[in-house]
């Protein structure tokens, strides 16, 4: 008789109980399947699902890409038994390797990447690690500059471990921020410098650790150094960071400052559909508007995207003019002229509930600002 595949219970969406497919992360730190919390928010809730606790008006949903990634990899045949650390009395042999000041760089890195395939799929195996003292050693592995593949591998594993929420707080209180910044400023590597942008993002997702991670000297500025400096895959990394971050206010003003929205805009231009999203949250800010509004052609890189983007593009575009339009007659006079009033009207229509509610908002501002 064929064994019925079993799946770790945080594969499961909390609302739907079925396998998440598209894993995003509320405010609140709990993961949910995109469709199922979506469903919630348009009802009108605006707290969480589990904690109960209250929401922003406009609540970010943050990718889980780390438990996408274990969920689409995941082989249910492999492993028919629920995991238990017993199973596997290695376990506390690879932690005392890795703790161990006489094991030798190479050492380290067998015992680390065992480490990774066991706790990617456990919680267990992720809690006895940070009970073990063995948080310490990774973040000493992540320092190693002179050995990528250890540093690569020890970044991997902190991202595992940041898939807990009492591990979002724990790592930082380790003092892991300041090891993950050092590696995004000075990583030679761009995949070493990504892995760095996404351990951030899920240590970002606890709200107190956004205003954390931002006062860091050098966290911000890094992730834009890298959304400039970076390939594909960092920029979209570094962009989905800095969207995580600033949702918390402060941060938006701190990413202003340091050159963000001219590189954002250029992304943008550039095909960096993520950018428009980190644009509508540092549109909220005066200084960050100001900007825009100083930016060669920054209206007309917006409405590229609302006649050629996504779904979600569209929505932050309209919501980024939203904000401009409401503080500036001339960027509204501009947006009327390209066509921006006719498309709203279009929008209207779209089975996005979150465009058509922006869309309207942006035809309310072209009519309040005496536009038309």
Not at 79 to 90: D, M, N
């Amino acid at each position: 008789m064929a064994t019925t595949p079993i799946y770790p219970d945080h594969f499961k969406c909390p609302i739907s109980l079925e396998i998440m497919s598209d894993p995003v992360i509320l405010s609140s730190g709990h993961t949910f399947d995109r469709p199922s919390i979506q469903r919630w928010l348009d009802s009108g809730h605006r707290t969480c699902p589990i904690t109960k606790l209250p929401l922003s008006d406009s609540p970010s949903l943050i990718p889980n890409h780390t438990l996408r990634s274990l969920i689409s990899s995941y082989n249910p045949l492999n492993f028919s038994k629920p995991f238990q650390i017993r199973q596997h009395p290695e376990t506390e042999t690879l932690i005392s390797k890795l703790i161990s000041k006489s094991s030798s760089p190479e050492a380290k890195l067998a015992s680390i990447e065992q480490l990774c395939e066991l706790s990617k799929r456990d919680f267990e195996v992720r809690k006895r690690l940070t009970e073990s003292g063995a948080v310490a050693a990774v973040l000493g592995c992540v320092l190693r500059k002179d050995f990528v593949d250890l540093q690569e591998k020890a970044l991997n594993l902190l991202l595992n471990l940041s898939l807990d929420d009492d591990n979002k707080v724990g790592l930082v209180a380790e003092g892991a921020i300041c090891k993950i910044i050092d590696v995004l400023n000075g990583g030679e590597f761009g995949e070493c410098r990504a892995m760095a942008a996404t351990v951030l993002t899920s240590l970002a997702v606890v709200e107190v650790n956004k205003a954390t991670i931002g006062a860091y000297p050098f966290a911000i500025q890094g992730l834009i150094g890298l959304l400039r400096e970076g390939g594909g895959r960092e920029r979209k990394e570094a962009a989905t960071a800095l969207y995580a971050l600033c949702s918390f206010p402060d941060n938006r003003r701190r990413a202003v400052e340091c050159g963000a929205v001219g590189i954002l805009l250029s992304l943008l231009d550039s095909g960096l559909e993520r950018a428009v999203e980190v644009l509508g949250l540092l549109a909220k800010c005066r200084r960050g508007r100001e900007e825009m509004v100083r930016f060669d052609g920054c209206v007309k890189v917006l409405i590229h995207v609302l006649r050629n983007g996504s779904s979600r593009g569209v929505q932050y575009a309209l919501l980024t003019l939203n904000s401009l339009c409401l503080s500036s007659e001339v960027v509204c006079m501009e947006a009327l002229k390209e066509g921006v009033f006719e498309l709203c009207l279009k929008f209207l229509e779209d089975d996005s509930e979150k465009v058509r509610r922006n869309a309207s908002s942006l035809i309310k501002v072209f009519g309040g600002a005496g536009c038309m």
